[in-house]
């Protein structure tokens, strides 16, 4: 599983500048539609798996056109299936900010003053601002579902107790405390992952000639080939595989961390990248994932015999603590992944009949960990849909040890388009 991992900051940009894209730039021939074990599908068969979803999770890939195409799609689509029982819920909005986007939703305060004071993200304008405007437009919910940055940074930084010491209101901000750690599979899916973003955090110094001696003389190998931080093209935000050509074992440090650490601050991948070079190998890396049977056409149902937890492994529990960053970044990634799915059971618990469409950074909802753990814990009985947005060479290949158990549904769009943006700064 190669997956959309949001941490805090994106800042990397290809090699050479790129014509940018938007959805907009998508045509039908540049994506292909497939069901979890890669039967060909259509956004009639989406549509249709629709109906029966209390919820529908599009795990995008932040810097893709492709995915907000598909976002779009989603969106309208939800709302010809659910009216106005429909709501559009986003990753890219934090809880302290719902305020200001009900305010911007009632015409209360212009487009202006709502982006100066939302704080969105940088591509904002360009990826996210049609789906808002199409749920203002059409009388639709808007849910700033996320954690605020700077709690998520708090456990990072502190660990997750620290979010004890908060005051009442900045604690409203969050998934209810203590919130449920990763699961044993997202544990195993985060440690691959990781794993292999700070294995590409070296960068090439010496030949490989020059290295495979240097590593007879330290007693260790090098492996087939050293990473060069030239050598893979920037192809798509948070996805290690299929959107990029890695030549002969030649990895992009810039790439790897616009793939798998699309929003984290410089402080934090520096920190990161110490403790990889101080710790060596001794990184844990993780059993590889296992894609769980995924329900198609009717959604997830979590409270007849699909419970998601059990097909992650085991139930949501506290994480392990060891592993990368002392534990405290799985740690902030699963205050992201409970607050959302909080967000979202308090949004239909509240409103009876409604119907959620999250659009959210893949790794948060891929194989159905993540998210949708976390709203076993919280709703049980919600019904729950993911679509994978993926890029790759070629979209008529689905690659079935890659792709297969992905979401419900899974797109692949041509990782040769241009990206939205080169740089997020936030």
């Known amino acids: 599983m190669l997956a959309a991992l949001a941490i805090f900051l994106f800042s990397a940009a290809p090699d050479t500048a790129a014509q940018l894209a938007t959805a907009d730039d998508v045509k039908p021939e540049d994506y292909r539609i497939y069901r979890s074990d890669g039967t060909p599908a259509s956004w009639e068969d989406v549509a249709a798996a629709m109906k029966a979803a209390h919820?529908?999770?599009?795990?995008?890939?932040?810097?893709?056109?492709?995915?907000?195409?598909?976002?779009?799609?989603?969106?309208?689509?939800?709302?010809?299936?659910?009216?106005?029982?429909?709501?559009?819920?986003?990753?890219?909005?934090?809880?302290d900010v719902q305020y200001i986007v009900d305010e911007y939703l009632a015409s209360q305060i212009t487009d202006a003053h709502f982006q100066q004071a939302s704080s969105p993200w940088s591509n904002y304008v360009t990826d996210y601002r049609p789906l808002v405007e199409y749920a203002r437009e059409n009388g639709?919910?808007?849910?700033?579902?996320?954690?605020?940055?700077?709690?998520?940074?708090?456990?990072?930084?502190?660990?997750?107790?620290?979010?004890?010491?908060?005051?009442?209101?900045?604690?409203?901000?969050?998934?209810?405390?203590?919130?449920?750690?990763a699961s044993e599979r997202y544990t195993a899916q985060w440690n691959k992952v990781m794993s292999e973003a700070m294995a590409a955090m070296t960068p090439a110094k010496q030949p490989k000639e020059e290295a495979a001696s240097h590593a007879m003389a330290e007693g260790h190998e090098h492996g087939e080939g050293e990473m060069d931080d030239a050598a893979m093209e920037h192809g798509k935000e948070h996805d290690m595989g299929e959107g990029h050509e890695h030549g002969e074992g030649e990895m992009d440090h810039a790439a790897m961390r616009a793939e798998h650490h699309g929003d984290m601050s410089d402080e934090e991948y520096a920190a990161m990248h110490k403790a990889h070079m101080e710790g060596g190998e001794g990184h844990e890396m993780g059993e590889d994932h296992e894609h769980g049977d995924m329900q198609h056409g009717e959604g997830h149902d979590m409270g007849e015999g699909h419970e998601k937890a059990e097909a992650a492994g085991s139930p949501v529990m506290p994480s392990a603590g060891s592993g990368h960053g002392g534990g405290s970044m799985l740690d902030a990634q699963s205050l992201w992944d409970a607050t959302m799915a909080w967000s979202i059971a308090e949004h239909l618990t509240r409103r009876p009949g409604a119907r959620v469409a999250h659009m959210v950074g893949g790794f948060h909802v891929e194989t159905g960990t993540g998210i949708p753990e976390h709203m076993v814990q919280y709703r049980p009985g919600t019904r729950m849909l993911i679509i994978s947005v993926q890029s790759v060479d070629d979209p008529a290949v689905f690659a079935p040890e890659e792709h297969t158990g992905l979401g419900d549904f899974v797109v692949l769009g041509d990782a040769s388009l241009p990206r939205t943006y080169e740089t997020r700064e936030r």
Not at 70 to 85: D, K
Not at 147 to 169: E, F, W
């Open 140 to 181: 639709l919910s808007v849910i700033a579902a996320n954690a605020p940055r700077r709690y998520a940074n708090l456990v990072t930084r502190v660990g997750r107790d620290a979010l004890m010491s908060l005051s009442d209101q900045a604690r409203g901000y969050l998934a209810p405390l203590p919130y449920g750690g």
């Open 55 to 95: 919820v529908v999770f599009v795990g995008e890939l932040h810097n893709d056109p492709v995915s907000h195409k598909v976002e779009q799609e989603v969106l309208q689509r939800w709302f010809a299936t659910h009216g106005s029982a429909a709501a559009l819920s986003l990753e890219m909005f934090s809880r």
